[in-house]
């Protein structure tokens, strides 16, 4: 499975406060040695092995996480448990030296087709490891609706939460897609709702933050 590639991104992600205990100093460039990022592990309905790859961008201000089979569906062609699909990612990433950094924002992009009276629902929570789960963002749409769908998680600085400084601790992604039926007739429609790419774009771009670690 892909990790640590250098690929252009764009986009994505949300989170609370909770700085090291020397507060690193904010930097606007981000530092030229590259970041690797690798898939430590991944289990979701949403991801299933090998349909999930993550890309650095070349200037370090973001990394993609692409799916290739993150499908929720109700309704004709579909099981009773594809109303619902999650994918928890599990990071490791490495930082060049004396730096640390944080998520700043992230955009989520997919495809939806809900019939009349039918709704989706994206949500997204990431976290550091040992650190408390963030509150997850939601976003919902409603049918009837036949056309690419994109939403936004931002964060101010204030609140950005950065990786521990001096320490290694892994990234968790954890997403998920809904699909009801609502007051559509499931047994004529199929409603749907993807968080993948069929041309090739990439899906998700978490941007990044970068601050400078104290001297020890």
Same mark, same amino acid.
């Given at each position: 499975?892909?990790?640590?590639?250098?690929?252009?991104?764009?986009?994505?992600?949300?989170?609370?406060?909770?700085?090291? $205990?020397?507060?690193?100093?904010?930097?606007?460039?981000?530092p030229p040695?590259?970041?690797?990022?690798?898939?430590?592990?991944?289990?979701?309905?949403? +991801?299933?092995?090998?349909?999930?790859?993550?890309?650095?961008?070349?200037?370090?201000?973001?990394?993609?996480?692409?799916?290739?089979?993150?499908?929720?569906?109700?309704?004709?062609?579909?099981?009773?448990?594809?109303?619902?699909?999650?994918?928890?990612?599990?990071?490791?990433?490495?930082?060049?030296?004396?730096?640390?950094?944080?998520?700043?924002?992230?955009?989520? !992009?997919?495809?939806?087709?809900?019939?009349?009276?039918?709704?989706g629902l994206?949500?997204? &929570?990431?976290?550091?490891?040992?650190?408390?789960v963030t509150?997850?963002?939601?976003?919902?749409?409603?049918?009837?609706? #036949?056309?690419?769908?994109?939403?936004?998680?931002?964060?101010?600085?204030?609140?950005?939460?950065?990786?521990? +400084?001096?320490?290694? !601790? #892994?990234?968790?992604?954890? $997403?998920?897609?809904?699909?009801?039926?609502?007051? &559509?007739?499931? !047994? !004529?429609?199929?409603?749907?709702?993807?968080?993948?790419?069929?041309?090739?774009?990439?899906?998700?771009?978490?941007?990044?933050?970068?601050?400078? +670690?104290?001297?020890?």
């Amino acid at each position: 499975m892909p990790g640590g590639l250098f690929t252009a991104g764009a986009i994505a992600a949300l989170f609370a406060s909770s700085l090291a $205990t020397h507060n690193p100093t904010v930097i606007k460039d981000p530092p030229p040695d590259k970041i690797v990022i690798e898939i430590a592990t991944v289990n979701g309905s949403g +991801c299933p092995a090998g349909t999930a790859a993550v890309a650095v961008s070349p200037d370090n201000t973001a990394f993609t996480v692409t799916y290739s089979n993150y499908l929720a569906q109700v309704g004709v062609g579909s099981k009773p448990t594809d109303f619902r699909k999650n994918c928890q990612l599990n990071l490791i990433v490495h930082v060049p030296q004396g730096f640390t950094y944080a998520i700043a924002s992230a955009d989520y !992009r997919g495809f939806a087709s809900l019939a009349d009276g039918a709704s989706g629902l994206e949500k997204a &929570s990431y976290y550091f490891q040992g650190s408390p789960v963030t509150t997850p963002s939601s976003h919902g749409f409603s049918g009837p609706y #036949n056309d690419n769908w994109q939403v936004t998680d931002s964060v101010d600085v204030a609140s950005l939460v950065w990786a521990p +400084c001096g320490e290694q !601790r #892994n990234f968790n992604i954890n $997403t998920e897609l809904r699909v009801g039926a609502g007051s &559509s007739d499931p !047994r !004529r429609t199929t409603s749907f709702m993807t968080m993948d790419s069929t041309d090739g774009d990439i899906n998700t771009v978490y941007h990044l933050a970068w601050k400078q +670690c104290p001297s020890a």
